[in-house]
Nanobody, 121 residues
Framework: QVQLVESGGGLVQAGESLRLSCVAS????????MNWYRQAPGKQRELVASIANSGSANYADSVKGRFAISRDNAKNTAYLQMNSLKPEDTAVYYC???????????????WGQGTQVTVSS
């Protein structure tokens, strides 16, 4: 079974930065897209950033110019560099990956347990 483990969350003040990491482990043949979602209290989970295996990235309008997603395919790891954080960025951040676990298998989505990011004003 694929396991995704996030780290790097915490409490920061507005304007500061955080870097989240997501490591995929166990049975992995190939990883397609890796994504970061977030969910604030009382709100729906939203896609923050995504990165394809090729390195092509996309961002939600609310984080463009402030967040940067990257990945290290050799380490099955994705990162989310978050700069100029705002109180409205406060949420639980989840890693999501589209993974194939075997040569003859198909891709399916896996989720991490989430990491809390709190930005104080």
């Amino acid at each position: 079974q694929v396991q995704l483990v996030e780290s790097g969350g915490g409490l920061v003040q507005a304007g500061e930065s955080l870097r989240l990491s997501c490591v995929a482990s166990r049975i992995i043949f190939s990883i397609n897209a890796m994504n970061w979602y977030r969910q604030a209290p009382g709100k729906q989970r939203e896609l923050v950033a995504s990165i394809a295996n090729s390195g092509s990235a996309n961002y939600a309008d609310s984080v463009k110019g402030r967040f940067a997603i990257s990945r290290d395919n050799a380490k099955n790891t994705a990162y989310l560099q978050m700069n100029s954080l705002k109180p409205e960025d406060t949420a639980v951040y989840y890693c999501n990956a589209n993974v194939k676990t075997g040569f003859g298998g198909s891709y399916r989505d896996y989720w991490g347990q989430g990491t809390q990011v709190t930005v104080s004003s």
